[in-house]
């Protein structure tokens, strides 16, 4: 079975994961492509035979609402830790932040965030970073099929982005904030779209049992 999910934010995807075993009764649950704690949205989970098909879900594009604060950065590129401002005016012209997206589209290097689940000889960078070590993260190609501005209300910069399996879209935002100079952090993100599937078909965790229930 495939199940569609409105993760909340302050959840991690894995206790989304947890719940909707218990709430289901279901022995065997796993998610295709994880959401940040901060993050919310559409997340996928597939049950029983339906997890053989776990890669094929994995590799399709996402697509995200993500709202930028300029002017400030972090260790997390987000609110998770301290934010630091980078100045206290951003007067930065719409053309310039258009001239500025059409850089990220196409393939692009990135690196991940230090505050990530990437494996770092054998442990995740976020449990190094947080231990005060900075994690020794590889550059990787992504695709940004589609980058553009939502909303533009200064420093707030709201983006709509569809992106390759694997897109870090607090690395892109911290490389949104340098390329323009003043810096930026991530302060929303939602998941809108995973393939053809939409966020309007997820169901909240309060209701799972009235939709999936047997």
């Known amino acids: 079975m495939v199940i569609l999910v409105y993760k909340p ?3 991690t995807s894995f206790e989304v994961v947890r719940r909707v075993r218990r709430e289901l009764n279901l022995k065997k649950v796993g998610h295709s492509g994880t959401l940040d704690p901060l993050a919310e949205g559409l997340l996928i989970l ?5 997890t053989k098909s776990m890669t094929s879900f994995l590799k399709l594009d996402k697509e995200y609402l993500a709202t930028l604060r300029l002017g400030v950065v972090s260790k997390s590129h987000d609110l998770e830790t301290e934010l630091v401002e980078q100045t206290s005016s951003v007067n ?3 053309n310039r932040i258009e001239e500025v997206l059409e850089k990220f589209k196409g393939k692009i290097e990135q690196v991940p965030p230090d505050y990530s689940a990437t494996w770092v000889n054998g442990k995740r960078a976020y449990n190094l970073a947080r ?4 994690p020794d993260l590889k550059p990787k190609v992504v695709t940004i099929q589609g ?3 939502e909303n ?3 420093p707030l910069l709201q983006l709509r982005i569809v992106c390759s399996s694997g897109t ?3 690395s892109l ?3 949104i904030g340098e390329e323009l100079g003043c810096g930026a952090v991530l302060t929303d993100l939602v998941r809108t779209r995973i393939g053809s599937y939409k966020i309007e078909e997820a169901v909240r965790l309060e209701e799972l049992r009235l939709r999936y229930a047997a």
Not at 46 to 50: K, Y
Request: proline share 7%; hydrophobic share 35%.
């Open 9 to 11: 934010k302050g959840l």
């Open 46 to 50: 597939l049950t029983g035979t339906e």
């Open 92 to 94: 930065i012209p719409s």
């Open 131 to 134: 231990r005060g070590v900075k």
């Open 147 to 149: 980058i553009r501005i």
């Open 152 to 154: 533009f209300m200064p």
């Open 168 to 170: 870090y879209v607090r």
């Open 173 to 175: 935002a911290r490389d």
